[in-house]
């Protein structure tokens, strides 16, 4: 096996995938089969040794949805986030009360923030490029 210098918790994703949150669940419903701006998501992927709830791979975006263990666990959370911010992605947080209560403005965040990002696959005319 290709030693990636790093543990990739992948049994540990597939048993998060299966005991969701509640607000994670509700949430994968605006984002599963590309059905939020065309954009595709993966939940519990793993990025170096930390599972993100929902990412982007193609956008390169990760959005966490925290439970109030987070407020607690500030300081480890900011250094996760700065892990995955170096490996190129943009890191969004929503707490569960706000995905469960007012998912209508989560789901309009997300776009927003993905309508900002530029384009993960420019077309070289966009670009400036000449086609040859």
Known sequence: MLDKGYYRPTKRSRELRADMTPAERKLWGHLSARKLA???FNTQFPIGGFICDFVSR???LVIEVDGGQHDW???ADAARTRYIEAQGYRVIRFWNNDVLERTEGVVMEIERVLAEMPSPDP???REGG???
Do not use: D, P, T
């Open 38 to 40: 065309g954009v595709r």
């Open 58 to 60: 193609g956008a390169k």
């Open 73 to 75: 666990q500030a300081k």
């Open 123 to 125: 077309s070289r005319r």
């Open 130 to 132: 000449s086609k040859s």
